[in-house]
């Protein structure tokens, strides 16, 4: 299990929803010491709280999000680590290598990709 080792205040969280982006939260001073990369927490998103998990820490709030109101994480359940920061690297290597294949074979057999042009593809 690796723990902060460093003093994070924020985190990105990937949210359990339907929502495609990662999320930046703050962290309630109880919580600094347990946040790691693969812990589940409860954040808010409008009035209702939905399962995340951390996938990155920041000591300092991020150049993009200087501008708005940052959330506290709502609270960070007694539960196993989901995984570590070498597997989440795994995650990404493979999520990307899916979409490269995916769009290459639908590419290649002129398929119409229209999602692709509202996503700025």
Known sequence: MFY?????KY???????????LLVYKLKEKH???????K???VPIKSRYYKGVITELFEELPENCKNFEIEEIYDMPPLPQLFDEQLL???KFAANLLLFHYLNYHS??????SYLRHLGG
């Open 32 to 38: 600094i010491q347990n946040a790691h990369v693969g």
């Open 108 to 113: 290649m057999n002129g398929t119409e990709l």
């Open 89 to 91: 690297q795994f995650y």
């Open 40 to 42: 589940i927490v409860l």
């Open 11 to 21: 985190v990105l969280v990937a949210t359990l929803t339907n929502i495609p982006n």
């Open 4 to 8: 902060n080792t460093y003093v994070s």
